[in-house]
């Protein structure tokens, strides 16, 4: 559809457009053809519950986004990493449960009803060295860019995996990269599981789950454990928690359909074998998804983006963060959607503030 300057007017008027649009005209064979610059007043990068929620408040508030969802940005699909998830049981309101990509979709809905304007584009490059910021999508990055007076980044943070042999095949029907999120799904229950990691989070995670699995088996690659001198105590004295040290996962196996056992090498014997297991959860730590804004804006030397206690707000005016991109130790569905109602309300004060 071409826009010509009536058009756009009468649209504009009726209130039709989400997006502001600036015609540019460049001459190309003697023919003048018309360019459509876009300009948003807020912009979301991502489209997990943390997007979602500020997408909603923002939308309430009269001042509907544009959100770019990704097109399998990260290798993961629009929705976040709630939607590789099975049942969820931990998000209130749902006594009964709900399906990862059930929750998303029923937020998607939310969210456009009041106003989200959905792109299903990956950004891959921003600049945020003057405003208004200036977005590029994946593909068009040597086009005219996007620009936004607000940005809300909520791209995330995923797992990292040891892509063993039969992971695929098992992921998330026997093996699972939260603990706090899943442990506690029947298929676990008095069952025997095994935590991959040698650090705090492995070890808090191992004693979560002796809440639910019948013996945890810790499984660290070293002779040591990396894990505080006070972690280290309470998965020793634990009764329910084998370390076995200097092993090495090689495959997860199953019958095809459940992880049944998992090859291990004790790298210090040199001897393989099958620890008989039912849940394995890999806790080797996250990557957070901030690339683009890397040397643009303050980090921890984890990647994850650094926001002022208690908001959202990050070194560069004008953009903030929410969800697990900010947030190293929670890592939640509802502690995401939590810090996108808190970036929806400092981006709407920001705007309020910035159009005076």
């Known amino acids: ?36 610059m876009v300009h948003n007043k807020v912009t979301i990068i991502g489209s997990g519950p943390a997007a979602h929620t500020a997408a909603i408040y923002l939308g309430r508030a009269e ?27 931990n998000f209130p309101g749902f006594p009964e449960g709900l399906m990862g990509g059930e929750l998303m979709d029923r937020m998607k809905e939310q969210s456009v009803k009041f106003g989200n304007n959905i792109i299903t584009e990956t950004v891959s490059k921003v600049d945020l060295s003057s405003k208004p910021f200036k977005l590029w999508t994946e593909f068009n990055e040597d086009e005219e860019p996007i620009t936004t007076d607000a940005l809300i980044i909520s791209t995330g943070a995923s797992a990292k995996r040891l892509h063993l042999p039969g992971e695929e095949t098992y992921w998330q029907q026997g093996i699972s990269a939260c603990a706090v999120c899943d442990g506690a799904v029947p298929i676990f229950r008095n069952k025997p599981l095994a935590v991959i990691g040698g650090g705090d989070s492995a070890c808090e995670e191992a004693q979560f789950l002796t809440k639910y699995g019948s013996k945890v088996y810790l499984v660290v690659r070293k002779d040591y454990l990396r894990a505080s001198t006070i972690m280290q105590r309470r998965v020793e004295k634990n009764d329910k928690i084998e370390i076995l ?15 049944t056992s998992l090859l291990s090498n004790n790298v210090k014997e040199n001897k393989q074998f099958d620890l008989p297991i039912n849940g394995l959860f890999y806790a080797i730590g996250h990557k957070p998804a901030t690339e683009i804004v890397k040397g643009q804006i303050d980090m921890d030397e984890t990647g994850y983006i650094k926001t002022v206690p208690g908001t959202s707000l990050t070194s560069v005016p004008g953009v903030f963060a929410a969800g697990d991109v900010q947030d190293s130790k929670y890592r939640q569905a509802i502690t995401s959607a939590g810090s996108g109602c808190m970036a929806a309300l400092d981006a709407e004060k920001f705007l309020t503030e910035l159009y005076d």
Do not use: C
Request: glycine share 8%; no cysteine.
């Open 1 to 36: 559809m071409l826009f010509t300057k009536t058009l756009f007017t009468r649209l504009q008027l009726q209130g039709k457009l989400k997006q502001s649009i600036t015609l540019n005209t460049i001459k190309f064979n003697h023919i003048i053809i018309s360019k459509a």
């Open 245 to 259: 040290y200097n092993t090495v996962p090689l495959e997860a196996k199953g019958d095809g359909k459940f992880l």
């Open 63 to 89: 001042i509907p986004p544009t959100m770019y969802e990704g097109m399998m940005a990260n290798g993961i699909a629009p929705g976040g990493q709630l939607t590789t998830t099975t049942e969820i049981e």
